[in-house]
């Protein structure tokens, strides 16, 4: 059975500093990545990493506070956030794009798996 276990969310001033965790169990796979959902918006594309050769992709609004890592041997992927702001506050989703792709997809219909999801919550 495949499983994307995450861990790691929480309150935190802004300006402060979070780590997310996504444990994958089951299979590997091509792509994993993280998407967020706040109240009353679209699910909204992180970023992501290519597990095979490390390649990272980042939303803008998110490039130079956030680092996404993985663990190969953990079969683990990490979301390192730092000066967090009250707008990154939404529910953290990791997703695993199980298929062989040319580029990193950023569509969250691209990736077949999901982990249930944990709340970060930055205040201001």
């Known amino acids: 059975q495949v499983q994307l276990v995450e861990s790691g969310g929480g309150l935190v001033q802004a300006g402060g500093s979070l780590r997310l965790s996504c444990a994958a169990s089951g299979r590997t796979f091509n792509t994993m990545g993280w998407f967020r959902q706040a109240p009353g918006k679209e699910h909204e594309f992180v970023a992501a990493i290519s597990w095979s050769d490390g390649i990272t992709l980042y939303t803008d609004s998110v490039k130079g506070r956030f680092t996404i890592s993985r663990d190969n041997a953990r079969n683990t992927v990490y979301l390192q956030m730092n000066s967090l702001k009250p707008d990154d506050t939404a529910v953290y989703s990791c997703?695993?794009?199980?298929?062989?792709?040319?580029?990193?997809?950023?569509?969250?219909?691209?990736?077949?798996?999901w982990g249930q999801g944990t709340q970060v919550t930055v205040s201001s």
């Open positions: 997703a695993a794009d199980s298929r062989l792709r040319v580029r990193i997809k950023i569509t969250a219909s691209a990736y077949d798996y």
